[in-house]
């Protein structure tokens, strides 16, 4: 199956720093979804994107889908940016099935 | 928030029993997912469906079985409970395809089997 390989697996920030996550997979995708877990355990989701980049507040993404990667921007980040970042690809012939990452880590710290 | 409710919450249960876990949702949408979360090994799809008694298996079903008979309702059923299969458990909701329509959560069950 599908291989989603996550960078870095873990990272601290000072609050109002910038960081860039990274999702790559190892097969052509139908679509990529990124997630944040909070620290209560709560998947939220973020960005539904198969191609091309949109913009939500201080959170951007890029999935650049014939090159196999994904990029999410938090810009000027803050204590409530903290938890698990996840990437979910969907496979080419697997419509109803999402394969996740094993997520980026952020912690944001005052 | 999508309106997307688990119960129970929490539930600690022993070896060999059987469990039943509930996801209802108020969105009325046609594809309903049951994934389990465990430490290094991220999400996983345990079955979907993609309608009323419409249903199929994901990467790990083994020991795993579920029911749909109305739209709102899905059920994950652990027949003889294990120790392995104590994670956290999340169902999601999409209104088409995942690679149609956006993924959303509940708040997910702990379980403990002892």
């Known amino acids: 199956g599908i291989q989603v390989e996550q960078s870095p697996p873990d990272l601290i920030l000072q609050e109002g720093a910038n960081s860039t996550l990274r999702c790559n997979f190892s097969d052509s995708v139908n679509n990529l979804q990124w997630f944040h877990q909070n620290p209560w355990g709560q998947l939220i989701n973020l960005f539904y994107?198969?191609?091309g980049t949109k913009q939500n507040g201080r959170l951007s993404a890029t999935t650049v889908a014939t090159e196999r990667y994904s990029l999410l921007y938090i810009s000027s980040s803050q204590t409530t940016d903290s938890g698990v970042y996840f990437c979910a690809v969907a496979g080419t012939g697997t419509a109803s099935k999402l394969t996740f990452g094993t997520g980026t880590r952020l912690q944001v710290t005052l | 928030d999508a309106g997307i409710t688990q119960s129970p919450r929490h539930k600690v249960t022993e070896t060999g029993t059987p469990v039943t876990l509930r996801c209802h949702q108020t969105e009325n949408h046609r594809y309903m997912y049951w994934y389990r979360q465990d430490p290094g090994h991220g999400l996983r799809l345990i079955h979907y469906s993609y309608g009323v008694k419409d249903t199929d298996k994901g990467e790990v079903s083994d020991g795993y079985s579920v029911s749909r008979s109305k739209t709102e309702d899905f059920l994950l059923t652990l027949e003889s409970a294990t120790s392995s299969q104590t994670s956290v458990y999340f169902c999601a909701i999409s209104g088409d395809r995942v690679t149609d329509s956006p993924l959303h959560f509940g708040n997910g069950t702990r379980l403990t089997v002892t």
């Open positions: 994107i198969p191609s």
